[in-house]
């Protein structure tokens, strides 16, 4: 038995050893002697105060494996590559795993070698992981986003609930619960659902005292990102909603001479994301244009920026990304661009992409349909499919579309591939069968054998280019080939550049009518709520923005910031002669437009400076060169 005084030496030794630091940050000290003491644990800390390092540096203390519990696949995967990058042994378990590669995760975990397994919760009722878990010896279970498992939380999952029946089968394993995003009511139900035992509880302020918060009502988007960007010679992200906005607002920002930025998107290959997102952590001045698929696991401190080009669906998404600025502690910046048009837009977006019971009933029933799929049967195949085809049958929105496979996705009722990743393909028959072949296949079989190794053993990704290369034919032509040998069942082949889906659970029209229509409907009740309470924060003028939010989480008496939009424009009366002199200060070194010293000023509101502008041209200190451009007298 580790003594106590051991315990300390090993976790500075062990902080410095894979994390680099000296000192841990506030709180993670206490909350990893909660768990090494074998405490129940609820976490609630805000993004960027290092909840990860509270599960992960106590299971290399704790013999045994850390059950880490995660409701996303890419948010696992983020997480497993950074760990392994650390040279921490860490794995994922996910439907994409065939069973070769699971069992390999298994045996390391039953040896003690693998510190961290992370699973989603629909795993926690599979017979085969509940079977291995029983030789697995568990050090504790760390339950990452934890607010899922409340139905008033911003992403409820049912399958949360399988948490507390897996913890009634292993009573004396401690349970840490983690979240950054929590109200009381949701908190108070986190505690319940997982049966917590006298919980530890840390619970951080969400007050952020290095970020001014900043919404403006914009018309030219395009033009007020490029006139922050211009004087920002520093770190930061721009969030946009669509793949295309992160595409063109890039191209229009290069066009005008910013050459620090680029996009980032869901629709990038691995390889590609990888590369953009090492550029944008290795420096001190890039910008990525991004939508909401960057942001998890990010481990960069010195962003100085965010920028919401439109609103965020509700206060939780918005909170946790402007989170990712000033995790240094330094002074940083959230601005939040919007229109009233834009806002009206996205009331009708949403309605639009709910669609009612006989729709979303007809969605699945095609889905099941193209692909032949009986009443209870479960493929084992995984199906390409084109989500244009289901449109042009169901005659209904991509996006009530999009919204009903991605409630299926969340749900583990199917696994759904929309990104562009590697290829992968296994051979289905046994090698000395080949050569009873037609001549053709067989000669194009024995090619792939000699280019892509692995292949009769187990699923082996690979790119289709790379193996044009080798063997002197076109990428186009090597996938018809791939086709036509799938068709005849001689090989299993994923074309990773489309959209794939992975039955997970057996067809049940009764359920689909029944409980899963009510939860979908549930959670698009909730998204609506959740986007009004966003509307009131981005349109209110009267309040301050942080203290909005801080009350949200149920910090009832919080202060004013003194330094966001709102306080800004309060403070005016009192600070307007210094505003004066600072412009006339910065009009000294060159004529400047009103978006220029805006920025420059610290990002005061155009509106204040305007007031004062108004001011300096009335008593003759400044005039107009022309109706932009402001200059001294």
């Avoid at 030794?13 to 680099?20: D, I, N, S």
């Avoid at 892509?452 to 044009?468: A, D, N, P, R």
């Avoid at 949200?552 to 403070?571: D, L, R």
Wanted: hydrophobic share 35%.
């Amino acid at each position: 038995m580790i003594s106590q005084q051991d315990y300390q030496k090993l976790k500075y030794e062990t902080l410095k050893y894979f994390w680099g630091y000296n000192q841990f940050r506030d709180s993670q000290e206490e909350i990893i002697d909660s768990i090494l003491n074998e405490n129940d644990t609820l976490v609630l800390l805000p993004t960027g105060a290092g909840k990860s390092l509270c599960y992960q540096l106590p299971s290399l203390l704790k013999e045994g494996t850390c059950l880490v519990i995660s409701p996303l696949l890419a948010l696992m995967k983020d997480q497993v590559s950074q760990l392994k990058y650390r040279g921490i042994e860490a794995e994922y378990l996910s439907s994409e795993l065939d069973e070769y590669d699971a069992e390999t995760i298994y045996g390391r975990c039953k040896e003690g070698l693998t510190k961290l397994l992370y699973v989603s919760p629909e795993r926690l009722t599979n017979k085969h992981f509940l079977q291995n878990i029983e030789e697995i010896q568990l050090s504790f279970i760390a339950v990452d986003e934890a607010h899922c498992i409340s139905e008033w939380g911003q992403d409820f999952r049912p399958s949360y609930q399988n948490i507390k029946n897996f913890r009634k089968n292993n009573p004396k394993v401690p349970c840490l619960a983690l979240t950054a995003t929590a109200t009381p009511k949701v908190l108070e139900e986190i505690k319940n659902k997982l049966e917590l035992k006298n919980p530890t509880t840390f619970q951080k302020s969400f007050k952020r005292d290095n970020i001014r918060i900043f919404t403006e009502e914009v018309s030219d988007k395009f033009q007020r990102i490029f006139d922050i960007l211009k004087w920002a010679n520093e770190s930061g992200i721009v969030y946009v909603r669509t793949r295309k906005e992160a595409e063109l607002l890039t191209e229009f920002l290069h066009k005008n001479q910013l050459k620090n930025v680029d996009f980032f998107h869901a629709g990038l290959t691995t390889k590609e994301k990888n590369a953009k997102q090492h550029i944008w952590s290795q420096s001190n001045s890039h910008v990525l244009i991004s939508t909401n698929a960057f942001g998890m696991g990010i481990d960069k401190d010195n962003v100085r920026f965010v920028i919401h080009y439109s609103p965020s669906p509700s206060i939780e998404n918005y909170y946790q990304e402007i989170g990712r600025s000033g995790r240094d502690g330094q002074k940083s910046f959230a601005f939040l661009l919007w229109d009233k048009q834009e806002m009206a837009n996205f009331d009708q977006i949403l309605k639009n992409q709910i669609p009612n019971k006989a729709e979303f009933i007809k969605i699945i029933t095609y889905l099941y349909s193209i692909f032949q799929v009986a009443e209870y049967e479960l493929p084992e195949k995984v199906f390409q499919f084109n989500i244009n085809g289901i449109k042009k049958f169901t005659n209904l929105s991509i996006s009530k579309i999009q919204n009903t496979l991605n409630f299926l996705h969340n749900q583990e009722i199917i696994y759904l591939n929309n990104n562009k990743s590697l290829s992968s393909l296994q051979l289905l028959m046994e090698a000395e069968d080949i050569h009873q072949l037609p001549k053709k296949d067989a000669y194009f079989i024995e090619l792939l054998l000699r280019t892509l190794s692995g292949i009769t053993t187990h699923k082996t990704m690979f790119s289709e280019l790379q193996v044009s290369k080798k063997i002197g034919a076109s990428p186009h032509l090597i996938k018809e080939r791939l086709k036509d040998l799938q068709e005849k069942n001689y090989i299993e082949y994923i074309d990773g550049s489309l959209s794939s889906v992975k039955f997970l659970k057996p067809r049940d029209e009764r359920a689909l009518h029944g409980f899963y229509w009510k939860l979908f409907e549930h959670i698009q009740k909730n998204k609506i709520q959740k986007w009004e309470e966003m509307k009131f924060y981005i349109e209110n003028t009267q309040y301050c923005k942080m203290k909005l939010i801080l009350s949200y989480f149920g910090e009832k008496k919080s202060k004013n910031c003194g330094k966001c939009s709102v306080c800004e424009k309060s403070k005016q009366s009192i600070f307007g002669k210094n505003i004066s002199t600072q412009i006339i200060n910065l009009l000294t070194t060159k004529p400047s437009t009103i978006e220029e010293l805006s920025i420059q000023l610290n990002y005061y509101s155009k509106e204040n400076i305007l007031e004062h502008l108004i001011f300096l041209l009335d008593s003759g200190k400044i005039k107009m060169l022309n109706f932009r451009t402001y200059a001294l007298a």
